[in-house]
């Protein structure tokens, strides 16, 4: 079995819509590990990718990355975001207006790297944009740019913040594709937060189900996501109220999951 | 009497430049802070730096000149321990000058960084970047037309400032005389020709900088649009 490169336990007050949540999530992420967190809008997704990378504290918890300790409330440690070995990719793409496509590589770069720089504006498509500044791009195009920059400084971890969410469909697979491509040579443990289930079923290995502030499931996703058979109907709103045979539906973002409940699914009662 | 023109002038533009240079040094920082921090007392900062904006310019000038002179614990501290003396000075008429000043630079900057989408920072810091880099390389130049408003706003209404300088440095020629007083002074001795002189070019230098900063902004907003 893998070890695991991550291993947290964030809790944190958020305010939502619904008005303030706790979120309380535990996480064990193996190296090279490609993980999704699936859930409504603002059930703090996006929250706990800004904690792992720093850009907000929990209130308590924990973030353990390898041997090294990332944040942990109990020792008052909370190493910077700049010492993080990460790359983060936007919901808002994030690109600097002022850089070119190459630029922004470089940028992030510690020291220059022209073969990996190379290699990325290769696997994502880049090389004839390389010299365009960000306003010049289409979306598809911005998005590549800001993976193939989050994944320049040779990350640990990619954190991919709904990356594909303002994407036609046909763009969205192409980049899918690039993501796995781009995966599955540098392996960095990645972790995206998405709410589109196809999308999570190509790229995943393991998808956490969040409702509440709370992992209510998780599983692999063609076992989570389990579509094929009609289950058997009962309201689910983040909180399991009854498992009925070896199916749970679970009303999430107003849509109807079908979910297969087995001894592969690990439920957690909220 | 040409003389006397170049040398008002000299002295105004040199005002108008170290103004500008020192509010551009004290202005990235201050106009940062106020962006970006959390302290619980920033709007009190940034209500006292607004203040010129709403005092009366003799106000200003007043209180400068009681705090300059060395009839007062802050001037004659400056002139006892450090041999400088504000009041009646083209030093004195220098500081009165940043003070006045400070909201245009501050403000143009802080537009600036509030416009700017808080992800470029934190994108900038996830890549591993210290604050100062991402100041440098990331917030600054993406905020060029706000810096260029800031730069030119700045000189502009310190070649038109007038109720301070007069109250802190009076008219002295050489020294505190700038073209804005210069035309009152000839005003005063209805020496109109001399007047419509100093404010004729007065006049066309600051249409000239307005046309400058509007056609900046457009530039940028046009490049943007591409």
């Known amino acids: 079995m893998e070890k695991n490169l991550i291993d947290l336990h964030l809790i944190k007050s958020i305010h939502t819509i619904e008005g303030i949540i706790e979120l309380d999530v535990e996480l064990e992420i193996p190296e090279h590990g490609f993980i999704t967190l699936f859930g409504k809008s603002g059930v703090g997704k996006t929250t706990i990718l800004r904690m792992i990378s720093g850009l907000t504290k929990p209130d308590s918890g924990y973030i353990k990355v390898g041997e090294e300790d990332w944040f942990n409330s109990s020792k008052e440690l909370n190493i910077k975001t700049q010492l993080r070995n990460i790359g983060f990719v936007f919901q808002d793409y994030a690109l600097f207006p002022n850089m070119t496509v190459e630029d922004h590589l470089f940028y992030a770069q510690k020291q220059k790297d022209v073969n990996h720089v190379n290699d990325l504006l290769n696997i994502f498509n880049l090389e004839e944009l390389k010299k365009r500044k960000p306003d010049t791009l289409s979306g598809g195009q911005k998005q590549r740019a800001a993976v193939a920059r989050a994944l320049a400084r040779k990350p640990k971890i990619l954190l991919l913040d709904e990356p594909l969410s303002a994407l036609d469909s046909e763009t969205r697979q192409i980049l899918q594709q690039e993501i796995i491509t781009a995966h599955r040579n540098f392996s960095a443990t990645t972790i995206l937060v998405s709410h589109d289930i196809d999308e999570i079923s190509r790229l995943a290995d393991k998808v956490y189900v969040i409702s509440k502030g709370r992992i209510i499931i998780s599983g692999k996703p063609e076992i989570v996501f389990d ?12 909180r399991i109220s009854s498992v009925s045979g070896n199916k749970l539906t679970v009303d999430l973002n107003e849509e109807k999951h079908n979910f297969r409940n087995d001894d592969q699914i690990k439920i957690t009662p909220a | ?73 802050f001037g004659d501290f400056l002139a006892r321990f ?62 060029k037309p706000a810096i260029l408003t800031g730069i030119c706003l700045t000189f502009a209404h310190t070649i038109g400032e007038f109720g301070v300088i007069l109250m802190i440095g009076g008219n002295i020629p050489g020294q505190t005389r700038v073209a804005s007083i210069a035309v009152y002074d000839e005003v005063q001795s209805l020496n109109f020709a001399m007047a419509h002189k100093y404010s004729l070019f007065l006049f066309l230098f600051s249409f000239i900088i307005m046309i400058f900063i509007y056609g900046i902004n457009k530039e940028f907003l046009r490049w943007k649009k591409i």
């Open chain 2, 1 to 73: 009497m040409d003389n006397l023109f170049f040398q008002t002038f000299e002295i105004s533009i040199k005002l108008a430049l170290l103004t500008t240079i020192i509010l551009f040094l004290i202005g990235i920082p201050t106009a940062y802070f106020l962006t970006y921090s959390q302290f619980r007392l920033k709007i009190i900062v940034q209500a006292l730096i607004s203040m010129p904006l709403v005092l009366p310019p003799s106000v200003l000038g007043f209180y400068l000149l009681l705090t300059f002179s060395p009839n007062y614990w």
């Open chain 1, 227 to 238: 579509n094929k058979e009609p289950g058997i109907e009962s309201s689910f709103n983040g």
């Open chain 2, 82 to 143: 450090f041999d400088i003396r504000l009041a009646f000075t083209f030093t004195g008429i220098l500081v009165g000058s940043l003070i006045y000043n400070l909201p245009f630079m501050v403000n143009s900057l802080q537009t600036g960084f509030s416009n700017l989408p808080q992800s470029l920072k934190d994108a900038s810091y996830t890549l591993g970047k210290t604050r100062i880099t991402t100041l440098i390389k990331v917030l600054l130049p993406n905020i």
